[in-house]
């Protein structure tokens, strides 16, 4: 591969229709602000449309024109750019992971995605080859990992002959099912239903929209609710159709350096964890699931991550939590390992619950100073932010096992972090004035996520507690 390549000529629409996509959230905003009602005048929103749509072509064109790239040397070469003529060598010493997946967008026109990411390339991967042939893409990752073709020949061969992998483990249809009634991300699908149903009036007929509108007038308190129910139903509903789609026919395959996710109903993705990568586990029990025992399985991993994901991989969509040990101990075995955890002393109960009571007090004294009876909501804003401090003072803990530390701490959600001592990075200990006089202190660790790192803080813990874990920490860095 000495001579310089371009991509498929697919990638002019795979890149079009990605920009289309990016365009989407402002398109949509751009209906809302009303500029199609008006029939007359210079600016109309169709022309920015049609404009979005001939640049975002002709940007894939000039893409795929001035994309080059070739393989020479144990380096990966990359020229782009009409104007200003970029070139970038990705050295093999560098590569951190090499992901090879097909998408909705390449499955089209039989192609796959190659993306690689290198250790210090930021939040997005170092290089994307949007479109090129499977065969193409294996020979690139094949020699990125400084193997021969034959090598790599021979390694697909033994993949065949060791037929089934080690092992298989599948996402039950009534598991995915829990999984998307009981998905967090229905707030961010509820704030897009909300911003429509704000704009609604534009796509209504007049003469319909007054009838509406003179019912709500008539039956106001009734029409309102009916109108937060049908949002609530909407927002839930997509949010459900999204997990599902996205974790449909989800797999996992273990072989033995190396584990498989599959995923996707629409657009199909396949990603690869190595074991030796894996820095920490992260366990996520999320306002809705916890009430009914279920919880998903993160990794974090060097190299490794999505940004949907908040750069880490799913490993485990949904599970009870008296099946996440088990599942760990066969598809990650060093990590399932159960530490014992020290709780929050009780001095710290007020530490937690303050934030969440002296701000809704406040506003409480505020709003009831001019508008008397509106102030008792806040009390009951303050209610609520003593539960949640009581609820994040009894999650908080901290705790070490030989070579493995746990950590436990809650926001909304409650999260519990296992890893292992030679993967962090680096740790701390945090003493606010107001921690010093109770003797408490807060402890934070970091560990490699992709090609950034992730850091895990937990607040108010004894502060000999937090003592013992940096000499913990300091003991194995001198060891």
């Not at 920015?48 to 002709?58: E, M």
């Not at 994307?128 to 020699?143: F, G």
């Not at 998307?180 to 704009?199: D, E």
């Not at 070490?400 to 990075?425: C, E, N, T």
Request: charged share 20%.
């Amino acid at each position: 591969m000495n001579s310089l390549r371009r991509l498929h000529v697919a990638a002019i629409f795979v890149s079009f229709l990605q920009a289309l996509r990016s365009f989407l959230v402002p398109l949509l905003i751009s209906l809302f602000i009303g500029g199609t009602q008006s029939s007359g005048g210079f600016f109309r929103m169709e022309y920015v449309w049609i404009a979005i749509i001939a640049l975002s072509f002709i940007a894939g064109v000039v893409h795929w024109i001035f994309f080059r790239y070739r393989f020479e040397d144990g380096e990966l070469y990359i020229q782009k750019g009409m104007f200003v003529r970029k070139k970038r060598y990705i050295q093999q010493q560098r590569v951190q992971s090499i992901d090879i997946t097909a998408g909705l967008l390449q499955r089209i026109f039989g192609l796959v995605k190659l993306k690689i990411e290198t250790a210090g390339g930021g939040l997005e991967p170092e290089i994307q080859l949007i479109a090129i042939s499977r065969e193409e893409a294996e020979e690139i990752r094949s020699k990125l990992l400084n193997k021969t073709s034959q090598e790599a020949a021979r390694e697909n061969d033994e993949r065949e002959e060791e037929g089934k992998p080690e092992l298989t483990w599948k996402l039950k249809p009534n598991r995915l099912v829990i999984a998307a009634l009981t998905s967090s991300g229905i707030g961010l699908t509820l704030s897009a239903v909300i911003a429509l149903f704000s704009q609604v009036e534009q796509f209504i007929p007049d003469a319909y929209y007054e009838q509406v509108m003179g019912l709500v007038s008539r039956t106001q308190l009734s029409a309102i609710a009916v109108v937060i129910v049908i949002i609530l139903l909407l927002s839930w509903f997509l949010s459900f159709l999204g997990t599902v789609l996205k974790y449909g026919h989800f797999t996992i395959e273990t072989y033995p350096n190396e584990i498989v996710i599959s995923r996707g109903l629409l657009e199909k993705r396949q990603l690869t964890i190595h074991p030796d990568r894996v820095t920490a586990v992260r366990i996520v029990r999320n306002i809705f699931r916890q009430p009914f025992g279920f919880a998903t399985v993160y990794v974090e991993s060097a190299g490794g991550g999505t940004k949907d994901e908040q750069l880490s991989t799913v490993l485990i969509p949904i599970a009870r939590n008296n099946e996440i040990e088990a599942l760990l101990a066969d598809v990650l075995p060093r990590y399932a390992h159960p530490v014992k955890l020290e709780g929050a002393p009780r001095r710290a109960l007020l530490r937690f619950c303050f934030p969440f009571v002296i701000v809704p007090l406040l506003l409480a004294l505020a709003v009831g100073f001019f508008w008397n009876p509106y102030g008792y909501y806040g009390l009951l804003l303050a209610l609520l932010g003593t539960g949640l401090g009581y609820l994040q003072y009894r999650d908080a803990g901290a705790g070490v096992d030989g070579p493995f530390i746990a950590v436990r701490f809650r926001k909304l959600s409650q999260v519990h972090i296992i890893s292992f001592k030679p993967k962090i990075q680096a740790a701390e200990t945090r003493v606010s004035p107001l921690q010093r006089r109770k003797e408490l202190s807060s402890f934070r660790f970091s560990v490699l996520s992709s090609v950034v790192g992730k850091s895990f803080t937990v607040p108010h813990l004894d502060e000999r507690q937090v003592g013992q874990l940096l000499q913990w920490f300091s003991a194995e860095k001198r060891a």
